[in-house]
């Protein structure tokens, strides 16, 4: 793989110390909920789904599903999501976002939206595609990426004699 030239490497390091500092404490604070990358991923297929099981939970953070049931349990004590158990099946528990899941959600829409729409005032038509163009790449790349780890972790079979 060619690597980063140290100019390019140090142009991103001062971007980043630029916009770091761009949105207030309070807007990081309420996008990040005080929440972990798994419990923000499941908020959004809350958002978008409005009830999931377990397993649909366990499938979308990729992990196994006595994980999940943790974080669900740490995000049923905050009040970001409630728990409910089937009344046919016990074992079938779904889970649906809560009262203050729903209004941190919905700002968190609310700050991406707004900043959003500022930044994409500013552009054009051709900078908006080629701003698509850059996501889609990015996207692309960083899936081929995750691809290629997935199948170096691979178990591999040792002979024993």
Not at 124 to 148: H, I, Y
């Amino acid at each position: 793989m060619e690597q980063i030239s140290e100019g390019f490497e140090q142009q991103i390091y001062q971007y980043i110390d630029r916009i770091k500092d761009l949105l207030s404490p309070e807007i990081w604070q309420n996008i990040l909920l005080d929440c972990s990358k798994n419990e923000i991923l499941i908020l959004w297929l809350l958002y978008r789904q409005e009830e999931v099981n377990m397993t649909q939970i366990a499938d979308y953070i990729h992990v196994p599903l006595n994980t999940a049931t943790g974080v669900i349990a740490r995000m049923e004590k905050k009040e970001l999501v409630i728990r409910n158990r089937s009344a046919e099946d016990k074992r079938i528990v779904t889970i649906r976002m809560g009262t203050l899941g729903k209004k941190q959600m919905k700002a968190i829409a609310g700050e991406f939206l707004y900043y959003g729409q500022l930044v994409m005032q500013e552009f054009n038509a051709d900078e908006m595609q080629l701003l698509m163009k850059f996501f889609d790449t990015v996207t692309r790349v960083l899936s081929q990426e995750r691809k290629r780890e997935a199948e170096g972790k691979k178990i591999k079979k040792i002979t024993i004699e």
